[in-house]
């Protein structure tokens, strides 16, 4: 029996700046440019979680995707959505907002959710040509 991949997407909307505090202004304007907005910006995310696994004989379910959805609405969409996430998300208080390191923040909360016999991939756009995978 073969593997099967299974999506789920959302979206959220959120505001960040990329700045590193150990930086001067000049340094953090020269690396981020428009990304170092002291007053932020914001993206509309598209967010694709990729479930991998072998499908169950008794369902023909790999994961129940309205479980998933679930889980995403609840673990991250509710955290993430409409916020401004270097001020309201604990885990970007010393850790810079970008699309690298928040599609590494969402796997990192969704894993112990979901069971290790299952490879968990998350997929986020920032823009509609940016995007970001990981694991890669």
Known sequence: MFKVAVFRKE???AAHRLYNPTWSF???EQIFGKCNNKFYHGHNYELIVRLTGYPNPDTGFVYDLKKLSDLIQEHILEKFDHKNLNEQVAE???L???AENISMVIYNILRPLISDTLDLSITLYETPRNYVQYPA
């Open 96 to 98: 810079i907002p970008t």
């Open 11 to 13: 979206h959220f909307n």
């Open 26 to 28: 000049e340094k953090n």
């Open 92 to 94: 970007f208080k010393n």
